[in-house]
């Protein structure tokens, strides 16, 4: 039986520059606004790694930069004495969902 290539659809996934310089303008907007919270802020994955938080959390945390945290999870902070506990906190937000 001969074969047939089956047609894939394709996805374009290109941006315009326009959509591209939009979605980091809002980008920075979200990240000013973070930033200006008086709350320590963070987000984590399934696993308690962290994604992200804003400035004043990295501070507390000891990095100069909110990029420095992503990745890391509580045993590498500068609270890993505390780890299970906030890692046990964190468990109970996620399975509320």
């Known amino acids: ?3 047939r290539d089956k047609e894939v659809p394709t ?3 290109e941006c315009s520059e326009a959509q591209e310089a939009a979605l980091r303008e809002s980008q920075q907007i979200i990240r000013a606004i973070l930033d200006a919270v008086p709350a320590r802020i963070f987000w984590k994955d399934k696993n308690l790694v962290y994604l992200g938080c804003n400035a004043p959390f990295a501070r507390d945390a000891g990095f ?3 990029e ?3 990745g890391k ?3 590498e902070m500068g609270w890993r004495d ?7 906190d964190d468990r109970q937000v996620i399975d509320r969902q």
């Open 73 to 75: 999870d509580d045993y």
């Open 82 to 88: 505390q780890a299970e506990s906030y890692r046990s």
């Open 11 to 13: 996805i374009d996934l």
């Open 64 to 66: 100069s930069d909110p």
């Open 68 to 70: 420095e945290v992503v």
């Open 1 to 3: 039986m001969p074969r």
